[in-house]
C-alpha cells in the first residue's frame, strides 16, 4: 500500500515494496501483558486512558480533541464519520473520568447515545471500534452512487442499518457475542449467581446518561464482567477475546426472539 487517506488523517508510505509479507497478521496484546489490558475484575476500579488526573475542571473544546484524535483537518464522529459531533466522556465524570482531553471522544448523536457508560477507558474505545464495523454502510450514506457502487464491488455496505426495533434483551445478547465473543456455554452460565454479579457490576461502575436507563453496551460490559468474576476461567476470557469480531448483516429481530450468527463478509473481486 503506498497511501491511505481518511478522513482522520493521511498516510503515505514512501518506502520502496517490500514483498516478504506474511499471509497472515495477528494482531493481540504484547507477550506477558495480556493482564494489563483488561478491566480489574477484582476492584471494579475506574480504568482511566490517562495516565495521571487532568487538572481541568471543565470539557475541552471539540477542535481540542479533534486535534489530539488526529481529526484537525475533518473532525467527526469516529464510527460513522457524520457531523455534527459531540463531546463524549470516555469514563463518565459521575465515575471519576477527568476532563482530560485523553478522556474525550467526538461521536455524533446517535453513536454518543449508544456508548456505553462505564468505568473501563479501555473497554469504550474496543465499543467505538466494533460500532464502526457494525455500522460501516453508514459512512456511506452521504457519497455519491458511484462512490458506493464502488464499496458494495468491494463488498461493503452502503446502507445504515436500522437497530431502532431490536428487541432490549436481544440486541445485549448481540453485542456480547459479536463484541465479547461469547459462545452458547457462555450463555448457558446464567444463573442466579451471575445475576447477582452483574447487578454489583452495574451499582458499582456504570452509570446512567442522557436521562435514560442505562444502555445496551452498559448492559453488555456488565454481564461480561460478571462472568469473569464468578467463574474466574482466564482460558475462555483468552479465547473470546481473540476472536475475530466481524459480521456482514444484522439479523432481522424486531420484537421477537433471534438465533444469532455471524456471516461471511464476502471477499473482493479478484
Request: glycine letters at 4%; a negative charge; charged letters at 30%.
Amino acid at each position: 500500500m503506498a497511501a491511505a487517506i481518511t478522513p482522520f488523517g493521511e498516510l503515505e508510505n514512501k518506502n520502496t515494496q517490500r514483498n516478504d509479507i506474511p499471509n497472515r497478521l495477528y494482531i493481540g496484546y504484547p507477550a506477558g501483558e495480556e493482564k494489563d489490558f483488561w478491566y480489574d475484575v477484582d476492584l471494579l476500579p475506574i480504568r482511566a486512558r490517562e495516565e495521571t488526573d487532568g487538572n481541568r475542571k471543565t470539557p475541552p473544546s471539540k477542535e481540542a480533541i479533534a486535534r489530539y484524535l488526529g481529526m484537525q483537518s475533518n473532525p467527526c464522529c469516529l464510527i460513522c464519520w457524520n457531523t455534527p459531533t459531540e463531546r463524549a466522556h470516555v469514563v463518565p465524570s459521575s465515575l471519576g473520568g477527568s476532563m482530560d482531553v485523553r478522556n474525550f471522544a467526538l461521536l455524533c448523536e446517535y453513536h454518543h447515545r449508544q456508548a456505553p457508560d462505564i468505568a473501563d477507558a479501555e473497554a469504550f474505545w474496543a465499543w467505538v471500534d466494533y460500532a464502526e464495523m457494525r455500522d460501516s454502510g453508514s459512512k456511506w450514506e452521504r457519497e455519491s452512487e458511484h462512490v458506493k457502487e464502488m464499496a458494495r464491488k468491494l463488498g461493503s455496505r452502503t446502507e445504515k442499518v436500522n437497530r431502532s426495533e431490536v428487541d432490549f434483551i436481544a440486541a445485549v445478547r448481540f453485542e456480547l457475542e459479536h463484541l465479547y465473543g461469547w459462545e452458547e456455554v457462555d450463555f448457558a452460565r446464567f444463573s442466579w449467581d451471575l445475576q447477582e454479579e452483574y447487578h454489583r457490576v452495574l451499582e458499582t461502575a456504570t452509570r446512567k446518561h442522557f436521562g435514560i436507563e442505562r444502555k445496551v453496551s452498559t448492559h453488555s460490559w456488565a454481564y461480561d464482567v460478571a462472568l469473569y468474576r464468578i467463574t474466574r476461567d482466564l482460558e475462555a476470557r483468552k479465547r473470546r477475546r481473540n476472536k475475530v469480531l466481524l459480521y456482514d448483516s444484522i439479523p432481522d429481530c424486531q420484537r421477537r426472539p433471534c438465533n444469532f450468527r455471524i456471516d461471511p463478509v464476502p471477499p473482493p473481486p479478484s
